[in-house]
């Protein structure tokens, strides 16, 4: 189970903080990434973090901007979004892999509700 968290309202080049919560699967053997999915698009890919936290990957798009990090003993991912841009507004997401590594490939089998960011310009 993955319950995302720490969506709101932030001004554009303001910071935000989303947390994944994730219960019921071996957090140190899974990947975990986040996605987002705004107004009239679909869904895209955002940032993963491997199972053992050792590496991680971002898209273009946020790449210098968001920090993906895990804190094993809280089975926590939090994504950290500086400088925020009207074009990061959208429902994120939280998935888990199977799979250790976070590799562009990796398939997520588990996902949380959204949380929503609205980056007011």
């Known amino acids: 189970q993955l319950q995302a968290s720490g969506g709101g309202l932030v001004q554009a080049e303001g910071s935000l903080k989303l947390s994944c919560a994730v219960s019921g699967l071996p957090f140190g053997r899974s990947a975990v990434g986040w996605f987002r999915q705004a107004p009239q698009k679909e869904r895209e890919f955002v940032a993963a973090?491997?199972?053992?936290?050792?590496?991680?990957y971002y898209s273009n798009a946020v790449k210098g901007r968001f920090t993906i990090s895990k804190a094993n003993a809280k089975n926590t991912v939090y994504l950290q979004m500086n400088n925020l841009e009207s074009e990061d507004t959208a429902v994120y997401y939280c998935a888990a892999s199977s799979d250790p590594y976070a590799r562009p490939n990796t398939r997520y089998d588990y996902w949380g509700q959204g949380t929503l960011v609205t980056v007011s310009s």
């Open positions: 973090v491997s199972g053992s936290g050792g590496s991680t």
